[in-house]
């Protein structure tokens, strides 16, 4: 029994049967253009058209995947290239902001280095120096 002398109906749609014998084909393009995308199956009455269309939303969706996939990638891609762009402002502006101008050294009392520790960290640094040298002082 051939497309035409079946008595499914979506055998006897020429739009059926060109947009599975171009996912058939690999033609996605052509495929997609013959509607793949907004392809929604239909009750199917005959063998041939069950495997069809089974073949036709596998490919829609392997389609589908794809293209949500470029965009998720897309949308990733720019807010990386945000973030990016607002860690470079970020440094610009601190790096303007950190560096002393020269007007600004003359007119600055004598430069006292700043401690490499902050406070609370000296201060546990000393506790355990001393600490260290009380050991090494009861070892002797």
Do not use: N, Y
């Amino acid at each position: 029994m051939t497309a035409t002398e079946s008595a499914c109906l979506l055998c006897r749609d020429m739009q059926f049967v060109a947009l599975f014998e171009a996912v058939e084909a690999d033609d996605i393009d052509r495929a997609i253009s013959l509607g793949l995308l907004g392809h929604v199956p239909s009750i199917t009455l005959c063998l041939i058209c069950t495997d069809r269309s089974a073949r036709v939303l596998a490919a829609r969706d392997a389609r589908l995947r794809a293209l949500a996939a470029r965009e998720r990638f897309r949308k990733r891609e720019t807010r990386l290239r945000e973030r990016e762009r607002l860690r470079a402002e970020k440094r610009r502006a601190t790096g303007a902001s950190s560096t002393p101008s020269a007007a600004e050294d003359a007119s600055s009392p004598a430069s006292t280095p700043k401690p490499a520790l902050p406070p609370a960290a000296a201060a546990a640094l000393a506790r355990a120096k001393a600490k260290a040298a009380a050991k090494r002082e009861v070892e002797r």
